[in-house]
């Protein structure tokens, strides 16, 4: 199985700030690469696919980047509806799975 | 609009079984793959599983931690996801959600997610 490193764990950030987020794949995935945002208590939402792709509605201070192995998701820019939790997720061989999450506070 | 709405969640002893239901509208669902994934509370997110397209044959794969135990199942005619629990653990205790594929084999739909509690 394919394991995604994903850090931090979490990070303290202010408002208008960047931040980036990596995930470290166990082997090559190619750009088989997608991020998701969780709000508390709702369901996942993505935000990027194939590594680098803005899915549909995304806001444009949301990017990824990557290949291979190495992989990063930055936010520019940091708005209050931000400060929630992201999740890396490879989808180059089965079993699929995720990165362990980066949850976001406000500083 | 694209719709997933899981049902069938609640609470079930260690060793019972419990069929998660997961209803779909607003595309083509013999064109899709479609997964379960499940989230214990306050913990990562987990693939379970997805059963495959039309082209592909409707046929699955699973993750090493349910295979064997759970059944993921399709109803097309209705647009039915399924996914049959068995020999359930507290382990199994999460938030189990339904995802349709979608570009690269993301996740680009999500259900709203339905609550299982395995406990005595």
């Known amino acids: 199985d394919i394991q995604m490193t994903q850090s931090p764990a979490s990070q303290s950030a202010s408002l208008g700030e960047s931040v980036t987020i990596t995930c470290l794949a166990s082997?090559?995935?190619?750009?088989?690469l997608a991020w998701y945002q969780q709000k508390p208590g709702k369901s996942p939402q993505l935000l990027i696919f194939?590594?680098?792709t803005l899915a549909a509605g995304v806001p444009s201070r949301f990017s990824g980047s990557g290949s291979g192995t190495q992989f990063s998701f930055k936010i520019s820019s940091l708005q209050a509806e931000d400060f929630v939790s992201y999740y890396c997720?490879?989808?180059?061989?089965?079993?699929?799975?995720f990165g362990g999450g980066t949850k976001l506070e406000i500083k | 609009e694209v719709k997933l709405v899981e049902s069938g969640g609640g609470l079930v002893q260690p060793g019972g079984s419990l069929r998660l239901s997961c209803a779909t509208s607003?595309?083509?669902?013999?064109?899709?793959?479609m997964n379960w994934v499940r989230q214990p509370p306050g913990k990562a997110l987990e693939w379970l599983g997805f059963?495959?397209?039309?082209?592909?044959?409707?046929?699955?794969e699973y993750s090493a931690s349910v295979k064997g135990r759970f059944t993921i199942s399709r109803d097309n005619p209705q647009s039915i996801l399924y996914l049959q629990m068995n020999t359930l653990r507290t382990e199994d205790s999460a938030t189990y959600y339904c995802?349709?594929?979608?570009?690269?084999?993301?996740?680009?739909?999500w259900g709203q997610g339905t609550l299982v509690t395995v406990s005595a």
């Open positions: 995802a349709r594929d979608g570009w690269g084999n993301s996740f680009a739909y």
């Open positions: 607003g595309f083509t669902f013999t064109d899709y793959y």
């Open positions: 059963i495959r397209n039309k082209a592909n044959g409707y046929t699955t």
């Open positions: 082997q090559t995935i190619d750009t088989w």
């Open positions: 194939a590594a680098t």
């Open positions: 997720q490879q989808l180059y061989s089965t079993p699929w799975t």
